[in-house]
C-alpha cells in the first residue's frame, strides 16, 4: 500500500488498540463473567449456531485445536456445555449449551449491549449508522485476509437514476453536514444547496440532465447530478457529488462518476466542468483519475467564505478510468 496511507493505517491501529482496552480484552475475564475472552467468544457463537463441532470452533475463532480442546473441557466442567451425538455420525461429538449455558449467554449479551448502548448515545445517527457499516465493513475484510471472501456478503449498494421521494432533503443533509465539519460552512451553503437542487430537480425531465442516487437498504448514502442546460457550448456541470460518511473509500463515489461521466460521452457533450475548493484532496485524486484537470483556481465567496475556489474540467470523451 502506497506510504500516503501510513496514516490511515496507524489511525485504524490506534483505535482498535484503544476498542480493545475499552471493551477489556487485556483483562483475564470478560464481560463481567469468569471466563477469558476466548470462552466468552466460545459461548456466544456455540449459542447463535445451536450447536457446532469444536473443529467448527476453532476454525471460527482462529486458535489451534488443541487450546479450544482445552477451552472446550473447562466450560463443560464448569456446566456451561454439553457434547451431543451428530445426527449422521453418532461419532462425530457436537457442542451445545446447557441451561446454564444459556443463563450466561443472557448475561453476557446484556452486558455487552448495555455498553455498546452507552457509547452509542454519545453520537449523532449518521455517526452510529457510519459506525456499524464501517466495523461490518473491516471485519469482513480482515476475514477475507485470513480465510478467503466469506460465504456471505452484505448487499451491495446500489446505483439509482432520477428523482424519489426526499433524495432533496438527503442530498442537503449529507453535504450540510460533511461541509460544516470540514469547510465550517452554514446555513448560507444549505440554503444554496437545497436552492439549486430545487431548480434541478424540476428539469429533470430534459434529457440532457440527470441525476444518480447510491443506496443501501432504503437509504441514500451517495449522490451526483449532471446539469447539461446551465453552461455555455454545450458543455456539462457535474454537482453535487457527495458520499456519506463510513462509505468513503469504499468505492461508492467511483461507481457515481462513472455513471455520470458515461452519460456526458453518451450525450456528445463538448467538456463537463465541476466547481470545488482546494484542500479536498482525495476528492481531487478522483477527479484526475477520471481525466479532469485543474483549469483556474482562485479566491471567491460563492460558498459563504472565503475559499480558495477551484474549476476541474474534462473534455468529452476525456482519457480515464471510467470503464
Known amino acids: 500500500m502506497a506510504d500516503h496511507n501510513l496514516p490511515l493505517i496507524d489511525g485504524i ?117 457510519a459506525v456499524a457499516r464501517g466495523l461490518a465493513i473491516y471485519a469482513r475484510s480482515l476475514t477475507s485476509h485470513r480465510q478467503g471472501p466469506p460465504e456471505r456478503a452484505v448487499a451491495p449498494v446500489r446505483i439509482g437514476t432520477g428523482y424519489q421521494p426526499a433524495v432533496i432533503g438527503r442530498i442537503v443533509e449529507m453535504h450540510a453536514r460533511f461541509y460544516a465539519r470540514h469547510a465550517g460552512f452554514g446555513r448560507y451553503f444549505e440554503g444554496k444547496v437545497a436552492g439549486g437542487l430545487a431548480e434541478f430537480t424540476a428539469r429533470l425531465d430534459h434529457p440532457a440532465n440527470q441525476l444518480w442516487t447510491a443506496v443501501d437498504g432504503d437509504r441514500i448514502v451517495g449522490s451526483v447530478a449532471i446539469d447539461g442546460e446551465d453552461l455555455a457550448d454545450r458543455q456539462a456541470h457535474l454537482r453535487w457529488f ?8 469504499a468505492g461508492v463515489g467511483r461507481r457515481l462518476l462513472r455513471e455520470a461521466l458515461a452519460f456526458c460521452d453518451r450525450r456528445a457533450f463538448t467538456a463537463t466542468q465541476l466547481w470545488t475548493f482546494r484542500g479536498l484532496d482525495a476528492a481531487r485524486r478522483l477527479y484526475e483519475s477520471f481525466g479532469f484537470v485543474l483549469a483556474e483556481e482562485f ?4 460558498w459563504g467564505k472565503e475559499m480558495v475556489e477551484q474549476r476541474f474540467i474534462r473534455p468529452c470523451n476525456a482519457s480515464g478510468n471510467i470503464s
Open 299 to 302: 479566491p471567491g465567496r460563492q
Open 13 to 129: 491501529r490506534a483505535a482498535s488498540r484503544q476498542m480493545v482496552r475499552e471493551l477489556g480484552f487485556m483483562q483475564s475475564t470478560l464481560a463481567a463473567t469468569n471466563y477469558a475472552p476466548s470462552a466468552v467468544h466460545a459461548i456466544l457463537e456455540i449459542g447463535a449456531r445451536g450447536r457446532m463441532a469444536a473443529a467448527q470452533l476453532s476454525e471460527l475463532l482462529g486458535l489451534e485445536k488443541s487450546s479450544v480442546s482445552r477451552m472446550v473441557r473447562k466450560l463443560i466442567n464448569a456446566g456451561e456445555l454439553k457434547e451431543t451425538a451428530g445426527a449422521e455420525d453418532r461419532r462425530v461429538k457436537l457442542l451445545a449449551l446447557t441451561a446454564q449455558g444459556q443463563h450466561t449467554r443472557a448475561a453476557i449479551e446484556t452486558f455487552a449491549r448495555r455498553r455498546v448502548s452507552a457509547a452509542l448515545d454519545r453520537m449523532q445517527p449518521a455517526e452510529r449508522r
Open 242 to 249: 457527495i458520499v456519506d460518511d463510513g462509505l468513503r473509500g
